[in-house]
């Protein structure tokens, strides 16, 4: 096969001004089966290279008009003259002109006079270089250009000199000029985002130690801030005495794969409507789950929704009505999950949550390390609420119910499958149970989680129907017998259930945060009470109230409290507030600043079951306290119990010692009065002295104790 420099078309172009040197030229050329073109001076070469492009130029250097030496410059100027090979020819043999024609841009020279055989294996020779180099340029031009539109750039990395090279495409991608670039790993690995920087570095190092190529997936982050993922693959390279080893690598910007393995993995894990997990991801999750549960014995609960008549919302406003309810629903049931991290804790994160769209309108919750099977009823709960709220959806207000079944692990199922199966029954039966409500698929748990809902529901009615009521429980000077204040306790006229104590409904009140508004109640009731029997004649006496753990802590409690005294016109020196250690010494200091607000309105405030908390005397000191209550589980066995007694007595001193008054509780029997008098009790309150009884009872004994006092002054 013919080389291209062999080819016959291979065309030379002659410059010289003498035309017997030409005519050499020409005839030792042609005879070496080259095509020859002329021209006598530098001007006239310059217009047959525009018209002819010659393969070669053969140019002499003293010629008229325009020298070998100009014409040569001015070919290098232009893009087209910038590589054709130009053998200059000349009888100069000094080094100076050697040296210029080189600057000027001369491919090679050649001294007057010539041999003719030499002159065509040096234009032969000259011809293959050229057509070498420009196969060269034109392949690192493709590669250039195929690196470009792979988006990839290569590196080498000499470690004993610490010379870095990065190629042009590395240094676009990594948002540099190549001028630049530090030229060392540490320029390089600057670019590298901070949080990949160990790795990358520790696996070039690897590369390094052990001979181990790299492939590895890492971020680049641009000068303005910007970042894109790279594939780096790297593999180390030897010379001939296996030494000296030289890290050669690519850099591959993968951003466009990573975003698709990303959309991929999204369709096939998540729902493309609502944008939460879908059946396969949450059967994943809940898998993972249940091997934490059993590694760690702790519970976990699946519950399965399901939107009551969708079908015929769907059917009746359209699909895309029907796609913006689903969405709002997934959104709403997101925000009502998220706020139930009272529910349980992950030992692994914070999450303690999953929700998913199983498809149409059914939904799954995954409650993972809960306390207790009830704390599922909780979110169940949370959930009807959150839906019971209308939508408002292009114009239409949307109401729509849900449905919801649990399941509990590992008492209805302990895998994936069974537990959805039952969370699915539970469901169905919740369906048939009038819908918008939850259910248990564990007849027990269902039995006491409708016993809570309803009691809930009916807790929530009462405060609206003012069904709660006061009971109150006198309290006694222990020296005189005589009444100074009275106890406010809740109870509860239920419509059909009868009377029910705080025992049975406060923890529901709590849970759900309406025991703010169950304190306020008492509050005001207790207030308005104690200013009619003042009003009416009776001696005046304190008021006791207490007050839970979120209306103290809440924002609202200065305010409850000059509402009721201003409504009732009550003293505020007929007023006190009973707490528990466990809620002052919750925020010290900000009990303390709430403590000060009250003592400066004139209210009284006392420490109720003092004792059974933990509190550290430094603190107990800066309360502006007025009373430290003793809890009745020391005053019950006070006589039989020595260590009972040292306790009553050590709390009795203590609190005479901060110049607080002692009120002991579950007072029964004359034996413990007779006691706790000798031990310097202030008052006592229990029922000894009488159990805690309506307004119109105490009135009553309140009554009696007016009588004696008219009857002892008449005699």
């Keep these: 096969m013919q080389r291209e420099d062999e080819k016959t078309s291979s065309l030379v172009l002659v410059v010289d001004d003498e035309e017997l040197v030409r005519m050499f030229v020409r005839e030792a050329l042609e005879q070496a089966r080259f095509d020859v073109c002329e021209a006598s001076n530098g001007t006239r070469a310059l217009e047959q290279f525009v018209c002819r492009r010659p393969d070669l130029i053969i140019m002499d250097v003293v010629m008229p008009v325009m020298d070998g030496f100009a014409t040569c410059a001015k070919l290098r100027e232009s893009v087209e003259g910038s590589r054709v090979p130009i053998l200059i020819m000349t009888a100069l043999d000094d080094a100076d002109s050697i040296a210029r024609a080189y600057e000027c841009g001369a491919t090679d020279f050649i001294t007057k006079p010539m041999n003719a055989t030499i002159l065509g294996h040096r234009v032969r020779y000259m011809l293959r270089g050229s057509v070498t180099l420009n196969a060269l340029l034109r392949s690192e031009t493709r590669l250039s250009l195929a690196q470009r539109i792979a ?40 670019a590298v985002h901070q949080e990949d920087r160990e790795r990358v570095d520790q696996a070039l190092t690897l590369i390094l130690r052990e001979r181990k190529p790299c492939d590895m997936d890492h971020r680049i982050v641009l000068p303005n801030g910007h970042e894109f993922t790279v594939n780096l693959q790297a593999e180390a390279v030897f010379d001939d005495q296996l030494k000296a080893p030289t890290i050669v690598g690519t850099a591959q910007d993968i951003s466009e794969r990573k975003r698709s393995e990303r959309e991929i993995h999204r369709l096939a894990y998540y729902d493309s409507l609502t944008g939460l997990p879908n ?17 760690y014995q702790s519970t976990l609960a699946v519950l399965f929704l399901d939107l009551d008549r969708f079908k015929v919302i769907n059917d009746t406003l359209g699909h895309t009505v029907g796609d913006l309810l689903l969405k709002q629903v997934a959104d709403r049931l997101s925000d009502s999950i998220r706020h139930s991290d009272s529910v349980g804790r992950s030992v692994e994160k914070d999450e303690t949550h999953e929700l998913a769209r199983l498809g149409g309108d059914e939904f799954t919750v995954l409650l993972t390390n809960i306390r207790a099977a009830q704390d599922a009823g909780t979110v169940a709960r949370r959930i009807l609420e959150a839906l019971a709220r209308s939508f408002l959806i292009d114009g239409h207000e ?53 016993e809570r809902l309803a009691m809930e529901n009916d807790l929530r009615k009462a405060l609206e129907c003012h069904e709660l009521i006061v009971y109150y429980q006198p309290q006694v000077d222990i020296r005189t ?88 016109q009550l003293n505020p020196e007929s007023l006190e507030l009973e707490l528990t250690e466990s809620i002052t010494m919750r925020d010290v200091e900000t009990s303390i600043t709430m403590l000060l607000e009250l003592r400066a309105m004139g209210v009284r405030l006392s420490i109720d079951d003092f004792g059974t908390g933990y509190s550290s005397l430094s603190h107990l000191q800066r309360f502006p306290l007025n009373m430290l209550k003793i809890d009745q589980s020391f005053t019950r066995d006070v006589t039989s119990n020595s260590a009972n007694a040292s306790i009553t007595r050590a709390i009795i001193s203590l609190a005479h010692s901060m110049n607080l008054s002692v009120l002991a509780e579950g007072v029964e029997t004359d034996e413990q009065l007779t006691l706790l008098r000798g031990q310097g009790c202030d008052e006592v309150q229990g029922h000894y002295f009488g159990r805690p009884m309506s307004a119109e009872e105490f009135t009553q004994l309140l009554s009696r104790v007016v009588s004696r006092k008219r009857r002892k002054r008449a005699a």
């Design 151 to 190: 988006k990839i750039g290569d590196w080498e990395w000499h470690p004993f000199t610490d010379h870095f090279t990065a190629s042009p495409e590395l240094c676009r991608l990594m948002g540099i000029r190549q001028q630049d670039f530090g030229g060392t790993k540490e320029a390089f690995l600057h």
């Design 481 to 568: 017998n005589r009444i100074v204040g009275a106890e406010a306790l809740v109870r509860w006229r239920h419509p059909q259930r009868g009377m029910l104590l705080p025992a049975v409904f406060l923890p529901v009140a709590i849970e759900t945060g309406m025991i703010q508004k169950v304190d306020d109640e008492v509050l005001l009731m207790a207030c308005r009470q104690n200013k009619a029997w003042q009003d009416a004649g009776y001696t005046p006496i304190r008021m006791s109230v207490n007050v839970s753990n979120l209306f103290f802590h809440g924002a609202s409690l200065t305010n409850a409290v000059a509402k009721a005294l201003g409504e009732t």
């Design 398 to 450: 949307i109401s729509v119910t849900v449905s919801v079944g649990i399941a509990i692990f590992p008492t209805d199922g302990d895998s994936v499958d069974l537990l959805l199966k039952s969370s699915d029954v539970a469901m169905y039966h919740a369906k048939e149970q009038g819908r918008n409500n939850a259910q248990f698929y564990s007849a027990a748990m269902n039995a006491m989680a409708t």
């Design 279 to 295: 059946r396969v991801l949450f059967k994943d999750r809940v898998t993972q789950a249940l091997a934490h549960a059993r590694r």
